[in-house]
C-alpha cells in the first residue's frame, strides 16, 4: 500500500522558517517523481516538483526564491524547505506522487500556519 | 499563471449525469493532452480520478470519464450516487516550468 506520511507542519511567525517532510512508503521511491501541493480556502496550488533523480525541480512563481524541494532516494523521503514565511502561505500542504503529468497519491495532508 | 475556469458548484439528482467543464488557454488546457481530474471530499485528501484528459487509473469506476476540447477539458459522472457528492477539481500542465495549474474546484450536489 503507497503511504505518504508528512510531518513538520506547525505555527510558524510571519518571516520565519519551516521544513517539512514527507516519509514514503509501499513503492519504488526512486523512480517517481514528486511534488508538494497545498490547499487553502481558495482551492488547491502545486507548489513545487522534482524528478526521481533530483535533476529537474520547478516551483511555483507564488514560492519561487523562497521555498526549496528536495529529497533523499537513500531514506524514501520527500522534504520542503521554506523560507520568509507570508501569511499567504498558510495551508495544508500535501506530499504527492507524481504520475504522467498527474498526481496519482496523496498524503494525508499537514498544516502549516504562518501568523504572528 | 492564472488558474483554471471551474463552476463553482453543479447537480444533480442520483442516476443521473452531470457535467463539470474546467476552461483554461491554448498555454495549458488546450496545449497539451495533460488535464487530470480529483474528487475530494470533506476533511480527506484528493483522489485521482482522470489523467491525460480520458484515462482512467484502475480502481476508478467507469462512470467517470473525461474528454477536451479547444481549451476546455469536461468531466462527466453518470449513474449519480451519494456518494458522488464531493468536491472536483481540474489541473492541466502548464507548459515550461508552470508544473500544473488548478482549476478553483466545483462542488457538486447529489439531489
Excluded at chain 1, 513503492?27 to 526521481?52: A, C, D, I, K
Excluded at chain 2, 458522488?84 to 482549476?103: H, I, K, L, P, R
Aim: proline share 4%; with cysteine.
Amino acid at each position: 500500500e503507497v503511504q505518504l506520511v508528512a510531518s513538520g507542519g506547525a505555527l510558524v511567525q510571519p518571516g520565519g522558517s519551516l521544513r517539512l517532510s514527507c516519509a514514503a512508503s509501499g513503492f519504488n521511491f526512486n523512480v517517481y517523481s514528486m511534488n508538494w501541493v497545498r490547499q487553502t480556502p481558495r482551492g488547491l496550488e502545486w507548489v513545487s516538483y522534482m524528478t526521481s533523480d533530483s535533476r529537474t525541480i520547478y516551483h511555483a512563481d507564488s514560492v519561487k526564491g523562497r521555498f526549496t524541494i528536495s529529497r533523499d532516494n537513500a531514506k524514501n523521503s520527500l522534504y520542503l524547505q521554506m523560507n520568509s514565511l507570508r501569511d499567504g502561505d498558510t495551508a495544508v500542504y500535501y506530499c504527492v506522487r507524481g504520475y504522467q503529468w498527474a498526481f496519482d497519491y496523496w498524503g494525508q495532508g499537514i498544516l502549516v500556519t504562518v501568523s504572528s | 499563471q492564472s488558474a483554471l475556469t471551474q463552476p463553482p458548484s453543479a447537480s444533480a439528482s442520483p442516476g443521473q449525469a452531470v457535467t463539470i467543464s474546467c476552461t483554461g488557454t491554448s498555454s495549458d488546457v488546450g496545449g497539451y493532452n495533460r488535464v487530470s481530474w480529483y474528487q475530494q471530499h470533506p476533511d480527506k485528501a484528493p483522489r485521482l480520478l482522470i489523467y491525460e484528459v480520458t484515462k482512467r487509473p484502475s480502481g476508478v469506476p467507469d462512470r467517470f470519464s473525461g474528454s477536451k476540447s479547444g481549451n476546455t477539458a469536461s468531466l462527466t459522472v453518470s449513474g449519480l450516487q451519494a456518494d458522488d457528492e464531493a468536491d472536483y477539481y481540474c489541473t492541466s500542465y502548464a507548459g515550461g516550468d508552470n508544473w500544473a495549474v488548478f482549476g478553483g474546484g466545483t462542488k457538486l450536489t447529489v439531489l
